[in-house]
């Protein structure tokens, strides 16, 4: 299909024309809709097309140009050389748990990571990565509930009292004052999940 026309300056330093943006669904529900929003404001002839998924799909829509950009989780994996990833903020894995579970949850990290149901983010994806590496340094197996590929679905499902789980602190959730989850840093943990722009290193 034929590519929309790519943004170009005007004659006043205003863009006009058509961006096809990438973006995690928690990144959109944070400060990259803010961003987002500004840039509409400045730019009213800038048309931004938005399209949330998962950063293993965007890099490769990114790489074939059917995204000009996307903002991906960093990769565990090295990048094609023709891609550029830039850094924008990072969030500390943490374990999240219900204040009022439909099971026993003990009081000492390791029994609740070996008992608990474990609401596990899909192994498959690069989140799913992050939470294997903060299972390797703690080395213990988990039991295993269920596997989704949403954050969100996560931490709606242990808000509910079904299970525990390890997820990225995510920037637009204030799980602090959230009466339904409690949050433990990760003892002995040191694993982020970093969030940033993906790009062709060449590109208009």
């Not at 330093?13 to 995690?24: F, K, P, R, Y």
């Not at 989140?127 to 679905?153: F, I, M, P, R, Y």
């Not at 299970?163 to 004052?177: E, R, T, W, Y």
Request: some cysteine; overall charge negative; charged content about 25%.
């Amino acid at each position: 299909r034929r590519r929309p026309p790519k943004p170009r300056e005007a004659r006043s330093g205003e863009m006009s024309g058509t961006v096809v943006i990438g973006a995690l669904v928690s990144a959109l529900m944070g400060a990259f809709a803010d961003a987002l929003w500004s840039i509409r404001r400045q730019h009213p002839r800038l048309d931004v097309h938005l399209l949330a998924g998962m950063s293993s799909d965007f890099a490769h829509q990114v790489e074939v140009g059917e995204l000009d950009a996307a903002v991906v989780t960093q990769s565990p994996h090295p990048l094609a050389s023709t891609l550029l990833w830039t850094p924008l903020y990072s969030e500390p894995m943490i374990l999240i748990m219900p204040t009022a579970p439909h099971f026993e949850l003990p009081s000492e990290q390791d029994d609740i990571l070996r008992n608990a149901p474990f609401m596990r983010f899909d192994r498959s994806t690069w989140t799913g990565h992050l939470v294997q590496n903060v299972l390797d340094q703690c080395k213990l197996e988990v039991n295993e509930a269920l596997e989704l590929n949403s954050d969100e679905a996560i931490v709606a499902l242990v808000r509910q009292g079904f299970g525990i789980s390890i997820v990225p602190k995510l920037a637009n959730v204030d799980f602090d004052n959230d009466r339904a989850i409690k949050v433990k840093s990760l003892d002995g943990v040191d694993v982020r999940r970093r969030v940033g722009l993906l790009e062709r290193v060449k590109h208009s």
